[in-house]
């Protein structure tokens, strides 16, 4: 079996105060650097630029804390909306619902399973990969 291809990677910079708000809901919201202010409340803001190629229903998304006492966690793409992609290269905006669904809720969202138990800190690493 072939090593994954890692399509894009961040670091997650800072976490909006209303982001475990989200939590019980199985939302997280992703946002490059140029977020604007009003925003970033609700949003995962990380430093990754580069969309290297289409995310794609089978990918994964992988979460690789700072702490070595935190364990990597793995989820898989069950569906890409329609504009996902654009959102992710052009903003570094992605809406991740940790549904499982298999059409994806709004055309800039993805959805993943397994369920979402705990948020990501900063410093946390996260690639989508192939």
């Known amino acids: 079996m072939a090593a994954p291809t890692l399509k894009y990677q961040g670091v997650i910079q800072s976490i909006g105060s209303l982001v475990p708000e989200f939590l019980p809901h199985g939302i997280l919201i992703f946002f490059g650097e140029t977020a604007p202010e009003e925003l970033r409340d609700t ?8 969309l290297v ?3 794609v ?14 364990q ?6 069950t569906a890409v909306g329609e504009s ?3 959102n992710l290269a052009e903003l570094g905006h992605v809406v991740v619902h940790f549904d499982g669904a298999t059409k994806a809720n709004l055309p800039g969202a993805i959805s993943v399973e397994p369920a979402l138990k705990a948020l990501p800190t ?8 192939g």
Not at 43 to 50: C, E, S
Not at 57 to 70: C, I, M, Q, R, V
């Open 43 to 50: 949003a995962l803001v990380h430093n990754g630029t580069q």
């Open 53 to 55: 190629s289409e995310l």
């Open 57 to 70: 229903a089978g990918d994964y998304l992988k979460f690789s804390p700072l702490s070595a006492t935190e």
């Open 72 to 77: 990597s966690r793995s989820y898989r793409l």
């Open 84 to 86: 996902a992609n654009g």
């Open 122 to 129: 900063v410093g946390t690493t996260f690639d989508f990969s």
